[in-house]
């Protein structure tokens, strides 16, 4: 058995036999095999634990450390309002819901804190509207009293109506300052009616213009002439008529070589056919009326103004004047003194008024038109069923709260009609646009869907100066007529436009003058009717509250914005899928200010649906800062143009980013100086005494390269032979 397990353990190994001695060559062979062996044991070692691979995870892995980790603190507070990830899921499922938190920065970060507004006690200036007196009290033709109440329904007198009216029928001349909305137009058209139709001999269509009432703008001559042509119904020998602005100069001619006995024009397209109508005389003007006095002023026309009188005064005939302005400055004292002769001031103002509701004073000489006393120092005057309101915003903001207050007030409450004041022509188009887009039209197509219609269509309309006078025109009717809407407009609204039940004045842009604010919210709650002032404020205007308190504008209440944005909580059109179940009409302000970032992405989706919007949102955002660098100086600690951040302003066009290419017309561009290197190489030689000489005694005009032209063309002609 031994020699067979012998052989048996040669066979297995392969060995073949030798001395029990063995030479050195015969070891030298054995090592190698021996390290074939411990290579063989050393992979058999290696391919041990591949083997074993998933053993030894599931013994050293570190996955149910590190799930037990968390779930110690899972329990605490501080990491179980964490979990952002939930929360952001959800919103990238329902119909396009992941946009508004993917592509929009949040609105509520980074805004600076909102101050408390400072309101100090001052007395407001008040003034009495209605009286108790009757037309039928004045000495008056019997047909215009039937017509004044049952064509007007106007009954009883106001308070500039019962002061003015008896002054003009004597023949005085008149300077009337009384709030908006008070009823000047009246205050004029009944006792200019009145000494017309009793004129001997009776007036006749031919005989041309009896009768010349400037206005400022477009839409207050066709109003004023609408007013006057009703007052003119049982009188119908006298004849109005109206030249303004884009209308065809052809019509108009033909009409004044017809004839027109009260002439009602814009200051610009009278002086126009002063020019170039032959046919166009003022001999018998006995009639000269400036209404809104101070505007004309400030839209520049008292060059027009001085022609007209020039024009007038070459007639000869002696004429009666009238003055009319809901504010009285300097320049309109000015233009009293050189068209009012010995006039009598009317004032309506509350703290200096007698038992009649009115201050009045007549000039001791003739000419001498100032202030009436108590006038300059009173501050101004605004309706007393007016009520004042202001919102203090930040810039990022604004888009979505002015859209939110638009949506509650439209949907959610009737019969409100809506004037929104901004800036600029550029800002009127672009927001019409955009609120007409996203708030009474489809979302753009990928977008979410609306889940509730709007109960009514929304009336969007928009009027500024840069629109055709057709346009303009029809805009304005349409907005008289209606019954619900909201108007987009520029100041070309805020004078003297009797708007029929407007019931919320919003100032989105804040007017540069006192006078200005003063005219924009009197284009609601007049004569006597009620009505409501918004006044949109970034936090670093908040002090133009004071400014309006230090001219006795003192009944300003604060409306919170979250208010604001809570309406937005009825309007399930802004709200993802994931909060659907909730309450409409809970009070979380977390749940209003998600869906005030779902209607800030509706609106930036629109935006930069197209590059041609995107542009159109540069330039909005452009005209916006241009007329933000243009407040006076005594605004500038308020309104100044470094105070915006143009990141945020941008946000408020529906811009994601602040363009770059803004600065080159409203800010000087730095980066245009000239560059570092160029600066500091100093000249030398004879360059350097000349750059020195220049810089002290030149003009700034480099001479020499001119000289050196000069030699070189002497030595051509020398060459050439001709004579230099």
């Known amino acids: 058995m031994e020699t067979e397990d012998g052989l048996l353990i040669n066979a297995h190994s392969s060995v073949p036999p030798g001395p029990s001695q063995h030479p050195k060559g015969w070891k030298t062979r054995s090592k190698p095999q021996r390290r074939g062996e411990e290579k063989k044991t050393v992979k058999r070692k290696l ?25 110690k603190p899972k329990s605490g507070l501080k990491i179980s309002g964490q979990p952002t990830p939930p929360s952001k899921k959800p919103l990238t499922d329902a119909n396009g819901g992941s946009r508004p938190f993917v592509k929009t920065s949040s609105l ?90 009793r004129a001997e001999p009776k007036i006749q269509r031919s005989d041309g213009p ?3 009432v400037l206005v400022p703008t477009r839409e207050l001559a066709l109003q004023s002439f ?78 027009a103004v001085t022609a007209i009188l020039n024009a007038v005064n070459a007639g000869g005939e002696k004429r009666q004047n009238v003055l009319l302005s809901a504010t009285l400055t300097e320049g309109v004292s000015r233009l009293a003194d050189i068209s009012l002769q010995n006039p009598v001031s009317i004032s309506m103002a509350g703290e200096s008024q007698g038992s009649d509701g009115a201050h009045l004073r007549v000039t001791a000489r003739e000419g001498d038109v100032g202030p009436p006393t108590g006038v300059e120092g009173e501050g101004f005057a605004v309706p007393e069923e007016l009520q004042q309101n202001v919102v203090v915003v930040p810039s990022k903001l604004r888009l979505v709260t002015l859209a939110a207050f638009v949506l509650g007030k439209f949907k959610f409450e009737k019969r409100n009609k809506m004037v929104v004041f901004f800036s600029s022509c550029e800002q009127v188009d672009f927001h019409h646009a955009l609120f007409r887009k996203v708030l009474d039209g489809d979302p753009e197509p990928g977008g979410p ?96 509250v004071t400014f309006l308190a230090s001219h006795k504008i003192n009944s300003v209440l604060e409306m919170k914005m979250e208010s604001v944005l809570s309406s937005l909580m009825k309007d ?55 007329s933000y660098a243009t407040y ?81 063309k002497v030595a051509k002609d020398r060459i050439q032979g001709t004579p230099s």
């Open 210 to 212: 009896y009768a010349l």
């Open 47 to 71: 391919e041990q634990p591949q083997e074993v691979v998933p053993l030894k995870r599931k013994s050293v892995s570190p996955s149910p450390q590190t799930k037990q980790l968390p779930k």
């Open 572 to 626: 399930d059109r802004f709200v993802g899928s994931h909060w659907r179940n909730k309450n409409a009409h809970s009070a979380d302000p977390q749940e209003a200010h998600r869906r005030a970032t779902v209607l800030q992405t509706e609106f930036e989706n629109y935006v930069h649906s197209s590059p041609e919007m995107v542009q159109w949102a540069k330039k909005a955002l452009q005209s916006f800062i241009r």
């Open 632 to 712: 006076p100086a005594s605004l500038k600690h308020i309104f100044h143009i470094r105070s915006l951040h143009l990141g945020h302003v941008a946000k408020s066009f529906g811009l994601r980013d602040a363009p770059r290419n803004l600065r080159d017309s409203t800010i000087p561009d730095r980066r245009k100086k000239q560059k570092r290197h160029d600066v500091l190489k100093k000249p030398h030689g004879k360059g350097r005494l000349a750059k020195m000489l220049q810089s002290e005694y030149s003009s700034g005009l480099d001479r020499a390269p001119s000289k050196v032209k000069w030699k070189k």
């Open 108 to 197: 509520f970060k980074n805004n600076p804190e909102i101050p408390d507004i400072q309101r100090t006690s001052v007395k407001q200036v008040q003034e009495k509207i209605f009286t108790s007196d009757s037309f039928d009290q004045l000495k008056l033709h019997p047909h215009l009293v039937s017509t004044i109440t049952s064509v007007l329904k106007i009954s009883n007198m106001t308070s500039v109506q019962k002061q003015t009216i008896p002054v003009l029928l004597e023949g005085r001349d008149a300077l009337v300052r009384s709030q908006t909305g008070s009823g000047k137009t009246l205050a004029y058209g009944v006792p200019l009616v009145q000494s017309l139709q």
């Open 226 to 303: 609408e007013t006057i042509q009703k007052l003119l119904k049982p009188f119908a020998w006298i004849v109005p008529g109206v030249l303004m602005g884009g209308e065809k100069k052809k019509s108009e001619k033909s009409r004044i070589r017809k004839g027109i006995n009260i002439l009602i024009a814009t200051p610009g397209r009278l002086v126009d056919h002063i020019n170039s109508t032959k046919c166009l005389h003022f001999h018998r003007v006995r009639w000269l009326i400036l209404d809104e006095a101070d505007r004309i002023l400030d839209l520049g026309f008292e060059k």
């Open 449 to 544: 869907k609306q889940s509730q219609p709007l109960s009514s269509p929304l009336a969007l309309l928009r009027l500024h100066g840069d629109m055709k006078q057709e346009e303009r025109t029809s805009v304005f009717q349409d907005f008289l007529r209606s019954k619900e809407g909201v108007l987009f407009c520029t100041d070309v609204a805020a004078r003297g436009l009797d708007l029929p039940r407007v019931t919320w004045i919003v100032q989105y842009n804040p007017p540069a003058s006192l006078a200005e604010y003063v005219h924009r919210i009197g284009r609601t709650a007049r004569i006597g009717s009620r009505g409501n002032s918004l006044l949109v404020l970034t936090p670093s205007e908040a002090e133009y």
